[in-house]
């Protein structure tokens, strides 16, 4: 019987590079997916590496400045590892702030002024009655993210089981050891659940995680080769949508946030409400045609904070609830959860994160 280390349960991008990290550091790792790898929230998510202070929760923002600084490296290791280029973008957030969030932050306004008047910065940004504010913040392509990850932990010999939902856990003595799925059954001391939306579902502990639907879509750029420029360079974010270039002419608009349980439907007035507010903000999007449209299911909780850390189980431990954030902090999760395990003192204090705030 093949026993391992550590199972990890989703294959998402907080679940790739956990289990890639606990490998690097010897540990022998299955992973154990319900559908395919990376086909979920990580698969539909934008790709903003936003650790933006006006709109990261005051409890996440050390773990978000702290990500945000580590995916340089992180990017380049998957690269190095998967022989894929991830498509990471360093050209900074033009951020059209509401007037709420100024109020709420009155001195954001000075620590964040434009490096140049706007139309010079986006010759094709509609003009906007709303002040505008620089923000140095990186995106990602999170599907090239996700190929790359898995590439990598496939070549660091990471095991994967996809296809198989686990459903309980194994016990021994109180402990853990192992998971189950309704066709088999996989051994390990230690387990944890990186499950996204469906965390909650895996016996017997019922972690308060909900699907939040996100509906997106990506626009090719029309042909802008005259003007020897991106129609646009920075990502942009408005108080209706955020506009998201990506280095192959697309652009991704987004998007909705929906309490619609587990429906991945797009809804097509949705997507064209979406499409006409990106159209508002750059004219010339008019032209451009809508490449793909879809629905993704964010891992939610009460406090909008993600669950990190151990359960009441020995050897059970939880790392889901990253609401719109999966991307962004995949690679703190991995390391501070990676060192939890070990049970060594994490980077970060991770009790804001506990699952046992949720106990009563």
Partial sequence: MKTWDVIVIGAGIIGLSLALELRKNGARVL???????????????????????????????????????????????????????????????????????????PEFACSHPLPAPLDELEPSLAPQVLPAFYLSERSVDPRRLV???????????????????????????????????????????TV???????????????????????QMLALLSPSHESLNHELLKHVIRTPEIYLIPRSDGRIVV?????????????????????????????????DAK??????????????????LGATRTPGYYVATGHFRDGILLAPITARVMAQF?????????????????FSA
């Avoid at 944890?192 to 639907?213: L, S």
């Avoid at 395990?341 to 705030?357: E, M, N, V, W, Y």
Wanted: hydrophobic fraction near 40%; proline fraction near 8%.
């Fill in 31 to 105: 992973l154990v997916e319900r559908g395919e790898p990376g086909r979920e929230a990580s698969h539909a998510a934008g790709g903003m590496l936003a650790d933006c202070t006006i709109e990261t929760p005051a409890a996440l923002q050390p773990l978000a400045t702290a990500s945000a600084r580590m995916y340089p490296e992180f990017v380049r290791d998957l690269q190095i590892d998967s022989g894929l280029n991830v498509d990471l973008r360093d050209h900074g957030t033009i951020l059209i702030a509401s007037a709420d969030h100024l109020r709420q932050h």
């Fill in 147 to 189: 190929a790359a990850a898995l590439a990598a932990a496939k070549r660091h010999g990471v095991d994967i089981s996809s296809g198989e939902t686990v459903t309980t856990l194994m016990p021994a003595n109180g402990s853990v050891a192992g998971v189950t799925t309704p066709k088999t059954s996989f051994h390990a001391p």
């Fill in 192 to 214: 944890v659940n990186c499950a996204g939306a469906w965390a909650g579902q895996i016996a017997p502990h019922a972690f308060p995680t909900r699907p939040v639907k996100g």
């Fill in 254 to 286: 987004g998007t909705t946030v929906e309490e619609a349980g587990f429906d991945k439907r797009t809804d097509i007035d949705a997507i064209q409400r979406l499409h006409q507010a990106a159209i508002a903000a750059v004219p010339d999007l008019r």
């Fill in 290 to 307: 809508i490449h793909e449209s879809w629905a993704g299911l964010r891992p939610g909780t009460p406090d909008a904070l993600p669950i």
């Fill in 341 to 357: 395990i070990a049970g060594q003192k994490p980077d970060h204090d991770l009790t804001p994160f506990s699952p046992a705030r």
